[in-house]
T-cell receptor, first 114, second 114 residues
């Protein structure tokens, strides 16, 4: 069975702090895809990144970075120097090859305080 | 930019009413999806469609049906609304093929069934 666990329900940080959101997944597929989405208060999920199972390179995009480790089945997301605009719910998702379906985690609510 | 629109942001209905939630995308995407989002449960797939008139059940199809008569439009139907269907409903679309492509989400419809 496929599963995504986001153990952190809610995190609060003060602006400019770094914060890491954890994502642990389970799958028996050898080919799969991992995603992160941001859901701001407006409600619309915004795509942040996709990673396939054969690409373990870490990625950095501005203040955002992702650490994919197959050995620990984790795909963690770090925001450096957080800002109030980063306040949102963040979802990690998994999709196996040969399927249309995403399996979403339960989300982590990030609050960045000014 | 891909635009996914949903007919209502907020909807209040009474138990037993028939409810239609409409979703329209403007990027000629083959795949469309309906999810419901509940606190602590993340996003759960209700139905998806990979082509006009084609549909497949997701994880929680009971109490729902869908219609896709045109490529750009995917409707979710609650035949007889019940209070346990009070939720946030999210529509998404993606390019053809399986899970490789990221999904683009609409702003959501918050449905309350009284």
């Amino acid at each position: 069975a496929q599963k995504v666990t986001q153990a952190q329900t809610e995190i609060s940080v003060v602006e400019k702090e770094d914060v890491t959101l954890d994502c642990v997944y389970e799958t028996r597929d050898t080919t799969y895809y991992l995603f992160w989405y941001k859901q701001p208060p407006s409600g619309e999920l915004v795509f942040l990144i996709r990673r396939n199972s054969f690409d373990e390179q870490n990625e950095i995009s501005g203040r955002y970075s992702w650490n994919f480790q197959k050995s620990t089945s984790s795909f963690n997301f770090t925001i450096t120097a957080s800002q109030v605009v980063d306040s949102a719910v963040y979802f990690c998702a998994l999709a196996g090859s040969g399927t249309y379906k995403y399996i979403f985690g339960t989300g982590t609510r990030l609050k960045v305080l000014a | 930019d891909v635009k996914v629109t949903q007919s209502s942001r907020y909807l209040v209905k009474r138990t037993g009413e028939k409810v239609f939630l409409e979703c329209v995308q403007d990027m000629d995407h083959e795949n469309m999806f309906w999810y419901r989002q509940d606190p602590g449960l993340g996003l759960r797939l209700i139905y998806f469609s990979y082509d006009v008139k084609m549909k497949e059940k997701g994880d929680i199809p009971e109490g729902y049906s869908v219609s896709r008569e045109k490529k750009e439009r995917f409707s979710l139907i609650l035949e007889s609304a019940s209070t346990n269907q009070t939720s946030m409903y999210l529509c998404a679309s993606s390019l053809p093929g399986l899970a490789l492509s990221e999904q683009f989400f609409g702003p959501g419809t918050r449905l309350t069934v009284l």
